[in-house]
C-alpha cells in the first residue's frame, strides 16, 4: 500500500479554536426568525436533494462527529425533519456486543451502509474509536493505531466504490458545553441524554482534544476531508451545516408527475358503525385549561 501520509493536512492547520469561536470574536447569535426562515428553505432543498438520490440511485453518507452536548444529534434531527424515513435513516449504534466485538472493527458500521437511492446518517460512527473509546481506555492501544491506519483505507474504499461521504465534526467550547450540561440536568426531558461517560469527559477535556487532533492528522484527507462546524450557537450551526452538505452534493431537481385529486365516488349505502361500538382514545385535550370551546362533528 503506498504511503498516503504526503497527502494528509498538517495537523496545525485544524485548531481546537478556530478563529470565530476564539474569545472576543463570536458573532451574534442568530435571530430565531432568521434561522426559522432560513431553515426552512434549506429543508426544502434537503426534499429535492433526497428525490435526487432516490431517483439516480445515488448512497450518501453523511458523519456526525464532536464532543457530547456538541449539537449533533439537533442537527441530524433538523435535517431528517422532512425527508421521507425510507430514504434518509438515522445510524446511531449502541456499545458493541461480545459478537461485534469479536469481529473486524468496521464490520457492524458495513453493515449499516446505504444501498442505491438512501442516506445514511451517522450519529457517532467508526470514530468511536479514536474519540471515546481511545480517551475511556475501551480500546488497547494496538487497535487504536490500527484505526488510525485502516480508516483512511476504509474511506478511500467506500469512495472508489460510489458512495458521497461526508464528515462533519461539531466544534463546542468548554464553556458551552458545560452551559448545556447543566442545562440538561435541569430538564427532565432531556436528562436521559446525559450519561456517566459525557460527565467523565469534561475532566478529560484536554485528553480528548489531543485525541481529536491525532484523529485529524490520520483522517482528514484530500478525499474525505473533514469539515468544521463552529457548534457553540446551535441555529448557526445547523444552518451552517446543511447550507455546506448541499453545496457539496451534485444534486438537481427532478421532474416529478402532476397530481391531481380524483373525486370520491358517489355514496353507496355505507353506514358507519356506531360510535359506542368501538373503544374510543380519551379526550384529555378538553380538561386543559383554555381548550374551551365549539364542539365539532366527529
Not at 23 to 51: D, F, N
Amino acid at each position: 500500500m503506498p504511503d498516503k501520509s504526503r497527502d494528509r493536512r498538517p495537523a496545525e492547520t485544524i485548531p481546537e479554536t478556530t478563529p470565530e469561536t476564539a474569545p472576543g470574536s463570536r458573532p451574534a447569535r442568530l435571530p430565531r426568525p432568521v434561522y426559522e426562515r432560513e431553515l426552512l428553505r434549506l429543508q426544502e432543498q434537503l426534499v429535492v436533494m433526497q428525490e435526487w438520490v432516490r431517483a439516480r440511485g445515488v448512497r450518501l453518507v453523511v458523519v456526525f462527529e464532536g464532543r457530547d452536548a456538541a449539537g449533533k444529534g439537533g442537527a441530524i434531527k433538523r435535517v431528517t425533519e422532512y425527508l421521507n424515513p425510507r430514504v434518509a435513516r438515522v445510524v446511531a449504534l449502541p456499545a458493541p456486543t461480545e459478537r461485534e466485538r469479536g469481529q473486524w472493527y468496521f464490520q457492524r458500521y458495513a453493515e449499516q451502509l446505504p444501498t442505491a437511492g438512501e442516506i445514511a446518517l451517522f450519529d457517532r460512527s467508526w470514530y468511536n474509536r479514536a474519540g471515546v473509546e481511545r480517551v475511556m481506555g475501551f480500546c488497547t492501544e494496538e487497535e487504536h493505531a490500527r484505526f488510525l491506519g485502516q480508516c483512511p483505507v476504509f474511506e478511500r474504499l467506500l469512495i472508489e466504490d460510489g458512495i458521497l461521504l461526508r464528515k462533519y465534526w461539531f466544534s463546542v467550547g468548554d464553556e458551552e458545553q458545560e452551559r448545556r450540561f447543566r442545562s440538561r440536568m435541569s430538564d427532565p426531558t432531556r436528562r436521559w441524554k446525559l450519561s456517566p461517560v459525557d460527565l467523565e469527559s469534561r475532566i478529560r477535556w484536554e485528553a480528548y482534544s489531543r485525541a481529536k487532533d491525532e484523529m485529524f492528522a490520520h483522517t482528514d484527507l484530500p478525499d474525505s476531508p473533514w469539515y468544521v462546524v463552529d457548534a457553540d450557537d446551535k441555529r448557526r450551526a445547523r444552518v451552517n451545516m446543511i447550507a455546506h452538505l448541499l453545496s457539496t452534493i451534485p444534486y438537481e431537481e427532478v421532474p416529478r408527475p402532476e397530481l391531481s385529486l380524483p373525486p370520491r365516488p358517489s355514496a353507496t349505502g355505507y353506514e358507519r358503525p356506531p360510535r359506542d361500538t368501538q373503544t374510543w382514545v380519551p379526550d384529555h385535550a378538553a380538561s386543559l385549561p383554555g381548550a374551551e370551546g365549539k364542539t365539532r362533528r366527529a
